[in-house]
Nanobody
């Protein structure tokens, strides 16, 4: 079983910064990708940033130049550094990990419980 736990959310003023963390533990043989998604009230959950095992990254256009995704391979932890935050960044942020456990034959996606980010104007 794989556990995914986010932390680091909170309330910040527009223009401020937050750093989200996503720690992964459990029965993990390999991780293919780790990503951050967000869901605002009444909206669907959308990809914010993703980091693949080879090191490549993708960002949604609205956060390019402001957000940075990174990973500590030893700790199996992924971070999202969020700078120049805007009120429209307000959402619950979720971490998703695509991993395979020992003996498994296919990748599985594991989600965390989410962490609230609120940006005041």
């Amino acid at each position: 079983q794989v556990h995914v736990v986010e932390s680091g959310g909170g309330l910040v003023q527009a223009g401020g910064s937050l750093r989200l963390s996503c720690a992964t533990s459990g029965s993990i043989f390999s991780i293919n990708a780790m990503g951050w998604y967000r869901q605002a009230p009444g909206k669907q959950r959308d990809l914010v940033a993703i980091l693949f095992s080879g090191g490549s990254t993708n960002y949604v256009d609205s956060v390019k130049g402001r957000f940075t995704i990174s990973r500590d391979n030893v700790k199996n932890t992924v971070y999202l550094q969020m700078n120049s935050l805007k009120p429209e960044d307000t959402a619950v942020y979720y971490c998703k990990v695509r991993a395979i456990s020992p003996g498994a034959i296919s990748w599985s996606d594991y989600w965390g419980q989410g962490t609230q980010v609120t940006v005041s104007s």
